[in-house]
């Protein structure tokens, strides 16, 4: 038997139906919940001894303790006010999100910018774009490699991904230039062969993946006209929406209304959302902490009425049964004051037509061979892979000259190449101090010469060319 200590009366359990119920906390484990400010204290119901009292789960609480859970603060009782969960989720093996539908985000978006049908069965932008944020998503520099890029979806979705978190990600694609089956039989029945500019410009990459990368980096369509819609984003910010609060104007006089035509109005106005045996003979009103909305059967109670919803934040859409404008107009406007207007997250949207700040470089990508390039003959065509295995700064290097300098300083791609061993002294002179320099490709005819060429220049990435060129381009792949 515990007996209530002077100045204080006995807060006995209730449902929200009203009847009665038991405490499944001992005294002695409810006071260090309480002290931890695991124990959350509801308003006093008006008119009666009772409060609802929660507290917080087992599972919860560790979350709390191990920090997973944010505690923002404490409310004027104690109980913590706690933020969003650092843990991570684990993604499951079948996602049913509606932006991942390859119809509506794959299909038709690749619709909207080509005007005609290209491609077959691609994927929503968006579901790529969340298989991809769940692995690159605290890598801001990652470099994405598609080697079956088809239309194109994996780029697109990583200049979106960018555009949300301000990342620098790269992404290189690798398609071959197939037509389609359709293509192939009218082009063959039409003399062409692949090779033929005819036959060609059909192909996946120059017809499908090309013209998509373009314009939704321009956010333009085929013709040059501004792509329509929005990009949706894991990004979200608040919006204010004011609360629902309606007058009823179908009761004469409100107070002469049976328990049967509340319940009735109940269920008219809050279509489910607030149970009717929460009604009761004598209720003047209903209000709910469990439940969005609430009803006033009788203005008479209006002031009542208000103190009971003095703090429930959750409430959504309110309901004044009453014929008396006036008095409807006040009461809206006092409840409006007192509860003001809710605050919802809503995603951001990244119109289309503001494209993506990108760059994109397209290569026709072939096998040299290895010999000639040993001999020094295909620098030329070399020279776009050096760029992009320096990490594609700036824009790709092009020499017009006829001859091949012997040492080539690119300063606008941080890079520096040295193509004459001979003239490695004045190579090493012009490096010196040069940390914006980060990688340097030598060409050697040793292993051992490039090494001792190499070793001064210990803030760079270097390259020893051309002993095997497919062996220095391997991943990973440095010195």
């Given at each position: 038997m515990?007996?209530?200590?002077e100045?204080?009366?006995?807060?006995?359990?209730?449902?929200?139906n009203g009847?009665?119920a038991?405490?499944t906390?001992?005294?002695?484990?409810?006071e260090e919940?309480?002290?931890?400010?695991f124990v959350?204290?509801g308003?006093?119901?008006?008119g009666?001894l009772?409060?609802?009292?929660?507290?917080l789960?087992q599972g919860?609480?560790?979350?709390?303790?191990?920090?997973?859970?944010?505690i923002?603060g404490?409310?004027?009782e104690?109980?913590i006010?706690?933020?969003?969960?650092s843990?991570?989720?684990?993604?499951v093996?079948v996602?049913?999100?509606?932006?991942?539908?390859?119809?509506?985000?794959g299909?038709?978006?690749?619709?909207?910018?080509y005007k005609?049908?290209?491609f077959e069965?691609?994927?929503s932008?968006?579901a790529?774009?969340d298989?991809?944020?769940l692995?690159?998503?605290?890598?801001?520099n990652?470099l994405i490699?598609d080697f079956f890029?088809?239309s194109g979806?994996?780029l697109?979705?990583?200049?979106?991904?960018?555009?949300e978190d301000g990342?620098n990600?790269r992404?290189?694609?690798?398609t071959?230039?197939?037509?389609?089956?359709e293509?192939e039989?009218?082009?063959?029945?039409?003399?062409?062969?692949?090779?033929q500019?005819?036959?060609d410009?059909?192909g996946i990459a120059?017809?499908?993946?090309?013209?998509?990368?373009k314009?939704?980096?321009?956010?333009q369509?085929v013709?040059g006209?501004?792509?329509?819609?929005?990009?949706?984003?894991?990004?979200?910010q608040?919006?204010e929406?004011k609360?629902?609060i309606?007058?009823i104007t179908l009761?004469?006089?409100s107070?002469?209304l049976?328990?049967?035509?509340?319940k009735?109005?109940?269920?008219?106005c809050c279509?489910?959302?607030?149970p009717?045996?929460?009604?009761k003979a004598d209720?003047?009103y209903?209000?709910?902490?469990?439940?969005?909305?609430s009803?006033?059967?009788d203005?008479?109670?209006?002031?009542?009425?208000?103190?009971?919803?003095?703090?429930q934040?959750?409430?959504?859409?309110?309901?004044v049964?009453?014929?008396?404008n006036n008095?409807?107009k006040?009461?809206k406007?006092?409840?409006q004051?007192?509860?003001?207007?809710m605050?919802?997250?809503?995603p951001?949207?990244?119109?289309?037509s503001?494209?993506?700040?990108?760059n994109?470089?397209?290569f026709k990508?072939?096998?040299l061979?290895k010999?000639?390039?040993a001999?020094h003959r295909?620098?030329?065509?070399?020279?776009p892979?050096?760029?992009?295995?320096a990490g594609?700064?700036g824009d790709?290097?092009?020499?017009?000259?006829?001859?091949i300098p012997d040492?080539?300083?690119?300063?606008?791609?941080r890079?520096?190449?040295?193509?004459n061993?001979?003239e490695?002294?004045?190579?090493r002179s012009?490096?010196?101090n040069?940390?914006?320099?980060?990688?340097?490709?030598?060409?050697?005819?040793s292993?051992?010469a490039?090494?001792?060429?190499?070793q001064p220049?210990?803030?760079?990435?270097t390259?020893?060319?051309?002993?095997d060129?497919?062996d220095?381009f391997?991943?990973?792949y440095e010195?």
């Amino acid at each position: 038997m515990i007996s209530v200590p002077e100045g204080c009366f006995a807060v006995w359990p209730q449902k929200s139906n009203g009847s009665d119920a038991t405490w499944t906390l001992q005294q002695s484990t409810f006071e260090e919940k309480r002290k931890k400010g695991f124990v959350k204290f509801g308003p006093w119901k008006k008119g009666s001894l009772f409060r609802s009292i929660s507290y917080l789960a087992q599972g919860t609480e560790k979350a709390v303790l191990s920090g997973e859970i944010e505690i923002l603060g404490k409310d004027e009782e104690g109980a913590i006010i706690t933020g969003r969960t650092s843990k991570a989720v684990t993604p499951v093996t079948v996602w049913n999100q509606q932006y991942h539908s390859a119809g509506d985000y794959g299909s038709s978006l690749l619709l909207s910018i080509y005007k005609t049908k290209r491609f077959e069965f691609p994927k929503s932008i968006y579901a790529t774009h969340d298989a991809l944020r769940l692995f690159v998503a605290n890598k801001p520099n990652a470099l994405i490699v598609d080697f079956f890029a088809g239309s194109g979806t994996t780029l697109h979705a990583i200049n979106l991904l960018n555009a949300e978190d301000g990342g620098n990600r790269r992404c290189i694609m690798v398609t071959n230039n197939e037509v389609s089956v359709e293509e192939e039989t009218r082009l063959k029945a039409a003399g062409y062969h692949p090779g033929q500019e005819e036959w060609d410009k059909w192909g996946i990459a120059r017809y499908v993946n090309w013209p998509r990368t373009k314009c939704s980096i321009l956010g333009q369509d085929v013709n040059g006209k501004p792509l329509t819609g929005n990009y949706q984003t894991y990004l979200k910010q608040d919006k204010e929406i004011k609360r629902t609060i309606k007058q009823i104007t179908l009761i004469d006089n409100s107070s002469l209304l049976t328990t049967a035509q509340k319940k009735e109005l109940v269920a008219l106005c809050c279509q489910g959302k607030l149970p009717q045996s929460l009604v009761k003979a004598d209720s003047k009103y209903i209000v709910s902490e469990e439940h969005t909305h609430s009803i006033l059967f009788d203005i008479d109670y209006a002031e009542d009425w208000l103190e009971e919803l003095d703090g429930q934040e959750q409430i959504t859409d309110l309901f004044v049964i009453t014929k008396d404008n006036n008095a409807f107009k006040q009461l809206k406007t006092d409840i409006q004051e007192m509860l003001g207007n809710m605050i919802e997250e809503e995603p951001v949207l990244l119109p289309m037509s503001e494209g993506f700040a990108s760059n994109v470089k397209y290569f026709k990508l072939g096998f040299l061979d290895k010999h000639s390039v040993a001999l020094h003959r295909q620098f030329r065509e070399l020279l776009p892979l050096l760029w992009m295995k320096a990490g594609c700064i700036g824009d790709c290097p092009v020499l017009l000259d006829k001859d091949i300098p012997d040492i080539l300083v690119l300063d606008s791609n941080r890079m520096a190449i040295l193509t004459n061993e001979d003239e490695y002294s004045d190579f090493r002179s012009r490096m010196e101090n040069r940390q914006d320099i980060d990688n340097i490709f030598i060409i050697a005819k040793s292993e051992h010469a490039f090494l001792e060429m190499a070793q001064p220049f210990t803030w760079a990435k270097t390259y020893h060319l051309y002993k095997d060129y497919l062996d220095n381009f391997s991943i990973n792949y440095e010195r």
